[in-house]
């Protein structure tokens, strides 16, 4: 089964910047939307931004002019460009496909990868 592999995590300055990377360990037939979610210590998944596969992108409210969702269609890539870091965006972020076959769609999630951001 193909997995979603996420890389970029890490721990950085508040102010500082990191870029995640997640693509699948295979091929996949079809992708639809991409996606980042992330979850801050003790609280509930949420999200952070998606862009579809035309290129329409939408983020949350807190990280809209901070963060930049992009993809790159050949390799099947989603990335997430992170500036002006603060504490509160310290969670584990995890990506989503919407993984679409001759049959059906269903969504698929990356393992997670932990981002800290120090004060």
């Known amino acids: 089964q193909v997995q979603l592999v996420e890389s970029g995590g890490g721990l950085v300055q508040a102010g500082g910047s990191l870029r995640l990377s997640c693509a699948p360990s295979?091929?996949?037939?079809?992708?639809?939307?991409m996606g980042w979610y992330r979850q801050p210590p003790g609280k509930q998944r949420e999200l952070v931004a998606t862009?579809?596969?035309?290129?329409?992108?939408k983020y949350a409210d807190s990280v809209k002019g901070r963060f930049t969702i992009s993809r790159d269609n050949a390799k099947q890539t989603v990335y997430l460009q992170m500036n002006s870091l603060i504490p509160e965006d310290t969670a584990v972020y995890y990506c989503?496909?919407?993984?679409?076959?001759?049959?059906?769609?269903?969504?698929?999630w990356g393992q997670g990868t932990s981002v800290t951001v120090s004060s």
């Open positions: 862009i579809t596969s035309a290129g329409a992108t």
């Open positions: 989503n496909f919407q993984v679409i076959t001759m049959t059906s769609q269903y969504d698929r």
């Open positions: 295979g091929t996949i037939f079809s992708i639809g939307a």
